[in-house]
């Protein structure tokens, strides 16, 4: 048993040397995918859209939303004068005002968050064009898209952006 650790470990300095020089030959860049999707002008775009998209449904939530909150204060500020059927009445409408507006920012939420999906994907997409037309014309190995930690020299994401924004 010892015998066969030894000679593993043997084998592995033996292939050390070899293992550096094929270290030096490689080429490795890293691309940060948070910063391509907030700062690349077809993200940045993207978003617009979607803001624009969205804006009316958000200004009729907003509006919703302080329909609401008007009318809580109403019921808790009257509540005292009301009749027991009147206030059951008010206080069931704000239930059901309530139920509806909770159903409508559901919707609105997935509704966003699937177009923007859509549109991160395709952001996603030609940023990967982007990224492999930068791998063979200066000829990279490897290009990781995340990493804990990544030397500027081969933080390739301004380049990216770049060919993104040029229309590459």
Do not use: H
Request: charged letters at 40%; a positive charge.
């Amino acid at each position: 048993m010892l015998k066969k650790f030894a000679i593993i470990v043997l084998i592995g300095f033996m292939s050390l040397p070899a293992f550096r020089a094929v270290a030096a030959d490689t080429r490795i860049g890293v691309v940060n995918t948070e910063r391509i999707l907030r700062d690349a002008a077809p993200a940045v775009r993207a978003q617009k859209k979607i803001e624009k998209e969205f804006e009316k449904r958000d200004q009729e939530m907003q509006r919703l939303a302080k329909q609401l909150q008007t009318m809580q204060e109403a019921l808790e500020k009257n509540a005292v004068t009301m009749s027991e059927s009147e206030k059951r009445n008010k206080e069931r409408e704000f239930g059901e005002m309530s139920r509806d507006f909770q159903r409508k920012q559901r919707e609105f939420r997935e509704d966003l968050n699937l177009r923007r999906n859509e549109e991160l994907a395709a952001v996603l997409e030609r940023a990967n064009k982007a990224i492999k037309a930068i791998a063979e014309a200066e000829k990279f190995d490897v290009i990781l898209q995340e990493a804990a930690y990544v030397a500027p020299r081969v933080d390739i994401t301004d380049k990216v952006i770049k060919a993104m924004a040029d229309g590459k």
